[in-house]
């Protein structure tokens, strides 16, 4: 297992919850975009977020944007998904994604080479 995501729970609306994304001690993470995804029961997979390999690049997708923070921590080899006012619309299982090279997207999930086991999160109303 290349990726190991992590920090998921269960938390009341309006919580916040920090999601983390590990990777194994031969990764080679530095030459790595991560994401991360979510997916909802009887749902499409759906992009939350990604940071570049160079850190100097963030995005998100709708539903993130203004609510959730990404950053990484190369020195950890960890990427963090920092989540605040969260919504019951938010349950999913969250996992963390991998591209070699510098850029990312929330849009293309085949672009990703590694995958994390996903991390429940659940959010209570």
């Known amino acids: 297992v290349q990726l190991q995501a992590s920090g998921g729970g269960l938390v009341q609306t309006g919580g916040s919850l920090r999601l983390s994304c590990a990777a194994a001690s031969g990764f080679r993470f530095d030459e790595y975009a991560i994401a991360w995804f979510r997916q909802a029961p009887g749902k499409e997979r759906e992009g939350v977020s990604c940071?570049?390999?160079?850190?100097?690049?963030?995005y998100y997708g709708d539903s993130a944007r203004g609510r959730f923070d990404i950053s990484r921590d190369n020195a950890k080899k960890t990427v963090y998904l920092q989540m605040n006012s969260l919504k019951p619309e938010d349950t999913a299982v969250y996992y963390c994604a991998a591209v070699p090279g510098e850029g990312c997207s929330v849009v293309s999930s085949s672009i990703y080479r590694y995958w994390g086991q996903g991390t429940q999160v659940t959010v209570s109303s």
């Open positions: 940071v570049s390999r160079s850190d100097d690049s963030t």
